[in-house]
């Protein structure tokens, strides 16, 4: 058992108020450990004093801000449509692609169109 008096105790209910753990089972778990509602609102008010336990607080927000963030993009990763099952089409008029794809919604990936493009024959040299 961890003395009272030892800073290990102050440590465990910084880490876990500012993790996010309710204030009564940190409570709890102390006064399971010999702590008195005295001494534990005592430790509780010189914790939230300390701007240690302010920063730690800040960085266990962004913390978990960060997490639910990362989470979204695993969600968002899991959903990426597959770019190797879209259609590729080449001299594809503008009638067709206004028919067939983009009032259907439906992806497609026109290949060949900037080779025609003057910009494309001034890359590979002069334009004739």
């Not at 910084?14 to 940190?26: E, F, K």
């Not at 001494?39 to 004093?49: E, F, R, S, W, Y």
């Not at 302010?54 to 990362?70: D, G, P, V």
């Not at 979204?72 to 028919?99: G, H, Y």
Request: with cysteine.
């Amino acid at each position: 058992m961890v003395s009272r008096d030892n800073d290990e105790w102050l440590e465990w209910a910084a880490y876990n108020l500012a993790i996010g753990i309710a204030d009564t089972y940190v409570k709890g778990e102390m006064i399971k450990n010999g702590f008195s509602a005295h001494d534990i609102d005592v430790l509780v008010q010189k914790l939230t004093a300390s701007p240690e336990y302010r920063a730690a607080l800040q960085l266990s927000r962004k913390f978990k801000l960060t997490c639910a963030l990362n989470e979204a993009l695993l969600e968002l990763e899991s959903q990426v449509f597959d770019f190797s099952k879209i259609k590729r089409i080449s001299e594809l008029s503008s009638q067709n692609f206004q028919t067939h794809y983009y009032s259907a919604n439906r992806p497609v990936i026109i290949e060949d169109v900037v080779s025609g493009w003057r910009t494309s024959r001034i890359s590979k040299g002069p334009v004739p």
